[in-house]
Nanobody, 124 residues
Framework: QLAESGGGLVQPGGSLRLSCAAS??????MAWFRQTPGKEREFVSV????????YYADSVKGRFTISRDLAKNTAYLQMSSLKTEDTAVYYC?????????????????????WGQGTQVTVSS
C-alpha cells in the first residue's frame, strides 16, 4: 500500500515536497507520475530499489529531486521552481524491480502498486 501526502496550492516559483509512505513491502523501486484531466498519466521521476539510479522527465529535470528514506520506507519528491504546467494529481508507484535499460520505467503499466494521488496546484 502507498499513501501520498504533501500536495497543496503554491505560487509559481515556489516549492513543495511530496511524500509517499509504503507499507506491506520495502526496498522496491519507487516512481512518481502525474495526471491532468483528459490526459494520460505522465512519468515524472523514478528511483531504483537501492537508490543508485534516478531518472527524470525532461520537463522536471533540474527542478525536481527524488529521494527515499529506507528506514522510514518513504519516498519523496522535492519540487522547486514550480510552474503552472506542473499542476496535476501526483501519484507514487512501486515495483519490486525495474529494468532501467529499456525506458519502460516511464510507463505506468510497469508498476504494481499505486497511491491514491495528491493534488498539486500551482497558481498565483
Amino acid at each position: 500500500q502507498l499513501a501520498e501526502s504533501g500536495g497543496g496550492l503554491v505560487q509559481p516559483g515556489g516549492s513543495l515536497r511530496l511524500s509517499c509512505a509504503a507499507s506491506g513491502f520495502n526496498n522496491y523501486a519507487m516512481a512518481w507520475f502525474r495526471q491532468t484531466p483528459g490526459k494520460e498519466r505522465e512519468f515524472v521521476s523514478v528511483m531504483s530499489r537501492r537508490g543508485s539510479g534516478m531518472y527524470y522527465a525532461d520537463s522536471v529535470k533540474g527542478r525536481f529531486t527524488i529521494s527515499r528514506d529506507l528506514a522510514k520506507n518513504t519516498a519523496y519528491l522535492q519540487m522547486s521552481s514550480l510552474k503552472t504546467e506542473d499542476t496535476a494529481v501526483y501519484y507514487c508507484a512501486a515495483r519490486e524491480t525495474l529494468d532501467f535499460s529499456n525506458g519502460r520505467y516511464r510507463s505506468p503499466s510497469e508498476f504494481d502498486y499505486w497511491g491514491q494521488g495528491t493534488q498539486v496546484t500551482v497558481s498565483s
